[in-house]
């Protein structure tokens, strides 16, 4: 399974960005899709993720702000993220556990400065 994020880019405060997140290969049964990042000097931390049954969850720091949504025909997962902070700067990694193992993307960067 690989996959393939991309969408991050440098932004100001207040804006938006779309993360996508293309899935490709044997996918096999999912149990989870999601996000994460890392910013620097940081661990790599939760962001969101969407579940088999449809069920969505966010960290704390990002609810009200970003929304995780998926296409399945397209095996493509997103992230939206609105109302922009600085502290979201972050390389951001997709996720997708499922039954054959835990696979994560390369990352996209954010950069939210003004």
């Known amino acids: 399974v690989q996959l393939q994020a991309s969408g991050g880019g440098l932004v100001q405060p207040g804006g938006s960005l779309r993360l996508s997140c293309a899935a490709a290969g044997n996918i096999g049964t999912i149990i989870s899709t999601g996000w994460y990042r890392q910013a620097p000097g940081k661990q790599r931390e939760f962001v969101a993720a969407i579940y088999n049954s449809g069920r969505s969850d966010y960290a704390d720091s990002v609810k009200g702000r970003f929304s995780i949504s998926r296409d399945r025909a397209k095996n493509t997962l997103y992230l939206q993220m609105n109302s922009l902070k600085p502290e979201d700067t972050a390389l951001y990694y997709c996720?997708?556990?499922?039954?054959?193992?835990?696979?994560w993307g390369q990352g996209t960067l954010v950069t939210v400065s003004s």
């Open positions: 996720n997708l556990w499922g039954a054959g193992g835990d696979y």
